[in-house]
C-alpha cells in the first residue's frame, strides 16, 4: 500500500460519529514518545530489587546503550527534518520540533534517574558483595603506586593530548569517545621568563578506547577504577611545566544513520564500506558533559561542535556506563540469573538422523528455553551429509563468530551449491557481515546481497537433500536471528518442515532473492513485500465478518512493534465489530486501546524481564477454525512495505495448541514482567492482586513445556 497512512485518515473519517475522536493524528501514539516508554520499562529492570545485583547493572548498560542509538538513529532523523525544512507532520500530527521537544522533557529525567541508581543503589550494594569501582583519591597509597606505574607503562604512551590555539584547530570529537576536557597554562616563572602573560589553552584528551575502560586494582579482588579517573589522576605526566585544571570528562554522540541507495550503487559492498567509513564523522546531535564542567567549557564545546543548548545533558556522574559492562561477566552465580535449563523437542530426541526426525513430523523451537543447538545441528548435518547437495540461507544479523557461517563455510569447502543471502545493512552489524561475506565467497559459497531497495530481514534456510533418487526439501524458518550468542538472551521461535508445499515456497522464494522471479503467489508462506500486507488485512477482516456475523472472534499478536496505520485500523474496525484483540507489543505502539467508540475491545500489554522478547507469533480464531503464524516481520510500514519477510502458518495441531495454549496465554497471565499500555500512552505495571500468585511467563517457559510437545 503506497500510502498507508492517507488510507488511514480516509478510514477514519468514514468511522467518525458523536463521542469518537475524528482526527486520524488524535487515534495514533507518537512513534518516538512509545519507544522512549520501552526505554523506561528497561530502567525499570534495573530499579528492581527482586532482579540478581549484577543482572541490574547489566540492565543499566543496555538502557544506555539503547539510548546512544536512538540519538544516533532517531534524533539525528528529527533534527534533519527540521535542517532540511522537511514540515510533513507525524502520523499522530506533531512537527519534528514539537517531537524533539517532547522526548527531551520524558529522556531527562529517566538518564538522572539512571545515574543516580547507578551511584545511590547500585554501585554501593555491588561494594557490599566486594564488587567495588573507586575514585582514585579512595585507594591507598601502595594501590595508587601500582596504578601508576601501569599508568606509565599501558596508558601514557597511548594518550595524545590536543590543544587548542591558533595554530591547532578545534580538534575532531569521534562520536560515543570520552573525552577530557582540561584547561592548563605555564607556571608563573615561566610567564617571567618570556617577559608576557600566556593565556590558558583548551586541552582535549581522549580516553583510548583500546584500552579497557576498567583498570583492575591489584593482582587480586574485585577492585577497579575508572580508566578515565586513572588518566586524569595522572595529567602532570602529561603537561610537565604547566599548571592544570581538574579534568571534566563529555562525550559527544553523532548522527550514524547510513543511507546507501541501491539503485546508484555500481558495488554496494563497496558504497557500504564507504559509508561506514563516514558514519564517524556524523553531525553531532548530542552534547554529554560532567555536572563539574565549569559553564564556559561548556559554551566553548557547545559552540565548537556546533549543538544547541537543548542538545547539552549534564550528567552527574560516570558518562562511561559501558565501560561497567565486563562486571556483568564476573563469576559470582550468586548475583545473576541461575542459567536457563534448555530442553530438546521431543520429535528430535526420537531419531538419530535429524532428516529422518523432521521428515516425520514438524519440530517447533522455543528458544532459549530450547538449545539452539538443534538449530546449528541442522546447519552442521546439511554440511557433512554426503546427500544433501544445496544449502540456501539468509542471513541478517551473524554477530562477530558464527557457528552457522563457519558451517557454511565447511559445506562451500565440501564442493555443496551453498547460497547465502547477506544483509550488509543490518544497522551496526554491517560491518561483521561484511567480513562474514568475503570470507564466504572465498570458500565458495555464492554470497548475494538482496534486492534493490529493499532490506532483507527473514530468517529461512533451504536444505535440498538426495534420498532413494529424489529431492527431498528441509526448510527451518525463525522469528530470530541467525546468531547463537543472542539466542541465550531473546526469546525467538523456529520451525524444521519437511512440508512438500513449504519446501517448493522456499525454493521458489530463494529464487525470487537471487534471480529475477516475479514471484507473485506461494501456497503457505507470507511474503514482504509481495503479499504480506494482503494476507495479513484478510485474516484481520476475516476476523471482523465473523463478528459482524454474530459469531466469536479473537485475534492475539505478539509483536516487537506495531506502527502501521493500515494495519491499526483494520484492528479498530475489527474492535468496533466486536472482535476481542489482545495484542502483545514489547516496544512501540502507536495504536491507543481502550478507547470508547474507537478501541474499548482492544488490549495492549508489553513483556520485559529477564529475556529480550523477539518472537512474532500470530492467532485467529477464524469461527473455531484457528489458525497460528510465526514469522519475522512486526506490523510496521518498514517490514510490509520496505523489507523482505516471511511468514508461515504451523499446520501440526499439537504445534498451533502449544502456541496459543501455553506461548500466547502466559503472556497474557503474566503479572511480573507485563505492563499494560494506557490511552494515552503511558504504562501501568501489572501487579498479582490478593488472590493471584505471581506468574512470570518467562520462568514457566523453562519448566520445559515445549518438550513434550
Known amino acids: 500500500m503506497s500510502n498507508s497512512l492517507g488510507a488511514f485518515s480516509s478510514a477514519t473519517t468514514r468511522l467518525a460519529r458523536p463521542g469518537a475522536v475524528s482526527r486520524a493524528e488524535k487515534q495514533l501514539l507518537n512513534r518516538e514518545l512509545s519507544l522512549v516508554e520501552f526505554f523506561r520499562h528497561v530502567l525499570e529492570q534495573a530499579q528492581d530489587q ?8 547489566r540492565f543499566i548498560t ?11 538513529i532517531r534524533i539525528s532523523g528529527l533534527k534533519e527534518e527540521i535542517d532540511e525544512g522537511w514540515f510533513q507532520p507525524s502520523a499522530d500530527g506533531m512537527s519534528a520540533d514539537e517531537q524533539l521537544r517532547a522526548i527531551r522533557q520524558k529522556l531527562r529525567p529517566m538518564i538522572a534517574e539512571q545515574v543516580r541508581c547507578l551511584k545511590e543503589d547500585l554501585l554501593p550494594e555491588l561494594a557490599a558483595e566486594r564488587i567495588e569501582v573507586l575514585p582514585y583519591h579512595s585507594l591507598s597509597e601502595t594501590e595508587r603506586r601500582d596504578l601508576d606505574h601501569y599508568f606509565a607503562r599501558n596508558v601514557f604512551p597511548v594518550l595524545t593530548p590536543l590543544a587548542v590555539d591558533p595554530a591547532h584547530p578545534f580538534p575532531y570529537i569521534s562520536g560515543l569517545s570520552l573525552n577530557l576536557g582540561v584547561m592548563v597554562e ?20 581522549k580516553v583510548p578506547p583500546v584500552l579497557p575502560g576498567l583498570v583492575r586494582v591489584g593482582q587480586v579482588g574485585s577492585k577497579f577504577i575508572f580508566l578515565s579517573d586513572l588518566i586524569a589522576a595522572n595529567l602532570g605526566a602529561l603537561f610537565p611545566g604547566m599548571s592544570v585544571a581538574a579534568a571534566h570528562a563529555f562525550r559527544v554522540t553523532r548522527d550514524a544513520d547510513i543511507e546507501v541507495r541501491d539503485e546508484e550503487a555500481d558495488d554496494l559492498l563497496r558504497a557500504l564500506q564507504t559509508e561506514l567509513r563516514k558514519r564517524r564523522f556524523g553531525a553531532p546531535v548530542r552534547l554529554e558533559v560532567a555536572a563539574t564542567m565549569p559553564k564556559e567549557m561548556v559554551e566553548y564545546l557547545t559552540s565548537s561542535l556546533g549543538v544547541d543548548d537543548d542538545d547539552v545533558y549534564w550528567i552527574d556522574g560516570p558518562l562511561n556506563i559501558l565501560d561497567l559492562a565486563p562486571l556483568c561477566d564476573l563469576n559470582r552465580p550468586d548475583l545473576k540469573y541461575r542459567p536457563v535449563r534448555t530442553t530438546i523437542p521431543a520429535a528430535l530426541k526420537e531419531r538419530r538422523s535429524v532428516f529422518d526426525a523432521i521428515k516425520r513430523r514438524d519440530a517447533l523451537l522455543h528458544h532459549p528455553y530450547t538449545a539452539y543447538s538443534t538449530v546449528t545441528d541442522f546447519i552442521r548435518a546439511a554440511a557433512d551429509d ?17 557457528q552457522i557461517a563457519e558451517a557454511l563455510v ?19 552489524d554491517e560491518e561483521n557481515n ?14 548475494v546481497y538482496g534486492l534493490l531497495g529493499l532490506k532483507t530481514h527473514c530468517k529461512l534456510t533451504l536444505v535440498v537433500r538426495l534420498e532413494d533418487g529424489a529431492l527431498k526439501r528441509y526448510v527451518h524458518i525463525a522469528t ?33 532473492l537471487t534471480g529475477y522471479s516475479g514471484q507473485q503467489e506461494y501456497r503457505r508462506l507470507f511474503v514482504s513485500p509481495v503479499n504480506l500486507r494482503e494476507k495479513l488485512t484478510a485474516l484481520i477482516e476475516r476476523e471482523t465478518a465473523h463478528a459482524q456475523a454474530g459469531q466469536p472472534a479473537r485475534i492475539i499478536a505478539k509483536l516487537n512493534r506495531l506502527a502501521d496505520a493500515a494495519i491499526i485500523q483494520s484492528l479498530y474496525e475489527a474492535s468496533e465489530a466486536g472482535v476481542a484483540i489482545d495484542l502483545i507489543v514489547r516496544g512501540i505502539c502507536m495504536l491507543r486501546p481502550g478507547v470508547p467508540g474507537l478501541s474499548e475491545n482492544i488490549r495492549v500489554r508489553s513483556i520485559v524481564g529477564r529475556f529480550l522478547e523477539h518472537s512474532r507469533i500470530f492467532y485467529f480464531r477464524n469461527d473455531g477454525q484457528e489458525e497460528v503464524f510465526i514469522g519475522s516481520p512486526d506490523w510496521m510500514f518498514r517490514n ?7 511468514v508461515c502458518p504451523i499446520s501440526d495441531p499439537a504445534l498451533a495448541k502449544y502456541l496459543k495454549d501455553e506461548v500466547l496465554d502466559a503472556y497474557l497471565r503474566d503479572n511480573v514482567n507485563a505492563r499494560e499500555l494506557r490511552p494515552d500512552g503511558s504504562y501501568a505495571r501489572v501487579r498479582p492482586s490478593a488472590n493471584d500468585d505471581p506468574f512470570d511467563s518467562q520462568t514457566y517457559f523453562e519448566g520445559g513445556t515445549i518438550a513434550a510437545v
Open 62 to 72: 543496555i538502557f544506555a546503550n539503547i539510548v546512544d542509538e536512538f540519538f544516533m
Open 410 to 428: 565447511h559445506a562451500g569447502e565440501q564442493g555443496k551449491q551453498v547460497t547465502a543471502l547477506i544483509e550488509l545493512k543490518a544497522r551496526f
Open 186 to 205: 605555564p607556571h608563573n616563572h615561566f610567564e617571567h621568563q618570556a617577559g608576557n602573560r600566556l593565556e590558558a589553552h583548551f586541552v582535549r584528551l
Open 640 to 646: 510490509l512495505n520496505r523489507r523482505v519477510e516471511v
Open 480 to 512: 530470530g536471528n541467525y546468531n547463537p550468542t543472542a539466542s541465550t538472551t531473546y526469546t525467538d521461535l523456529g520451525l524444521l518442515t519437511a512440508d512438500e508445499e513449504m519446501g517448493a515456497d522456499a525454493t521458489e522464494f530463494f529464487n525470487y
Open 386 to 402: 554426503p546427500n544433501v547437495l544445496a544449502i540456501k540461507i539468509c542471513l541478517y544479523r551473524t554477530g562477530q563468530q558464527s
Open 50 to 57: 527482586q532482579t540478581p545485583l549484577l543482572e541490574r547493572l
Open 434 to 447: 561484511i567480513e562474514w561475506a568475503q570470507r564466504l565467497e572465498h570458500a565458495g559459497v555464492h554470497v
